[in-house]
C-alpha cells in the first residue's frame, strides 16, 4: 500500500520561530517528492519540489533522505501568513507526469502573534 | 498568471443523478488529473489523463467515473449515478511534466 505519513499537529509556534515538519513515504521507488500548501477549504498549491540535494527558496528549506524515505521542511522566521496546513506529497510512480501524486494527510500550522 | 479553472464552485445535486464536473487546465500542459478530498481527509488521486487517454486510475475510479476531453480546451469528469458519498471537493490539475497546478475547486454536495 501507498503511503505517506505526516504528524498532523497542530503546531503552534510564536512569530518569527523556526519549525520543521517531516514526513516518511512507504515506496522507495519514488522519484518525485513535494511540500505543498493548502488553506482551509482551498486547493493545494505547490510550495516547492524537493531535490536529492536539497534546496532552499527563501524562508523554506526542502531535504530528502532517501536511504530513510523521509522529507523535511523547515520554515524560519515564521510569518502570520505562513498559517496553513502543510502536504507532503510524492510521486510513487516512474516520476513522470503520468503518475498520480500520494497526497500526506498535512500538518496544520498556526502561528501566533 | 495562468491558472486551472473549474466550473461550477458548488454544485448540489440529488443521489442518484448524474454530474458534470468542468476544467478548464493550463493551456500547454500535457497531463491532466482529477483529484477528490473529502471533507477533513486528505487529497486522494482519482485519475490521470494524458494524450486524450486515461493513463493511471486509483481504485476510487470505479465504472461510475469517466472523464473526457470534448474539446482542445475543457476537461470533465462525469460521475454517472451519485451517492451520498461523493460528497466532497474535486480538484482538477494540470501538469508540464513533474509540478501539478490545482484548479480551486468544486464542492459536490450529494443530498
Known amino acids: 500500500r501507498k503511503e505517506v505519513e505526516q504528524d498532523p499537529g497542530p503546531f503552534n509556534v510564536p512569530e518569527g520561530a523556526t519549525v520543521a515538519f517531516n514526513c516518511t513515504y512507504s515506496?522507495?521507488?519514488?522519484?518525485?517528492f513535494f511540500w505543498y500548501r493548502q488553506d482551509c477549504r482551498k486547493e493545494p498549491k505547490l510550495l516547492m519540489s524537493v531535490y536529492s540535494s536539497g534546496n532552499e527558496d527563501g524562508r523554506f528549506t526542502a531535504q530528502l533522505n532517501r536511504a530513510s524515505q523521509y522529507i523535511s521542511l523547515l520554515i524560519r522566521d515564521s510569518k502570520l501568513s505562513d498559517s496553513a496546513t502543510y502536504l507532503c506529497?510524492?510521486?510513487?510512480?516512474?516520476?513522470?507526469?503520468?503518475?498520480?501524486?500520494?497526497f500526506g494527510k498535512g500538518t496544520h500550522l498556526i502561528i501566533q502573534p | 498568471e495562468p491558472e486551472v479553472t473549474q466550473t461550477p464552485s458548488h454544485q448540489v445535486t440529488q443521489m442518484g443523478q448524474e454530474v458534470i464536473l468542468r476544467c478548464v487546465p493550463i493551456s500547454n500542459h500535457l497531463y491532466f488529473y482529477w483529484y477528490r478530498q473529502i471533507l477533513g481527509q486528505k487529497v486522494e488521486f482519482l485519475v490521470s489523463f494524458y494524450n486524450n487517454e486515461i493513463s493511471e486510475k486509483s481504485e476510487i475510479f470505479d465504472d461510475q467515473f469517466s472523464v473526457e476531453r470534448p474539446d482542445g480546451s475543457n476537461f470533465t469528469l462525469k460521475i454517472r449515478s451519485t451517492k451520498l458519498e461523493d460528497s466532497a471537493m474535486y480538484f482538477c490539475a494540470s501538469n508540464p511534466f513533474t509540478e501539478a497546478f490545482f484548479g480551486q475547486g468544486t464542492r459536490l454536495t450529494v443530498v
Open positions: 515506496n522507495s521507488a519514488s522519484q518525485s
Open positions: 506529497v510524492v510521486n510513487m510512480g516512474s516520476g513522470g507526469g503520468a503518475d498520480g501524486l500520494t
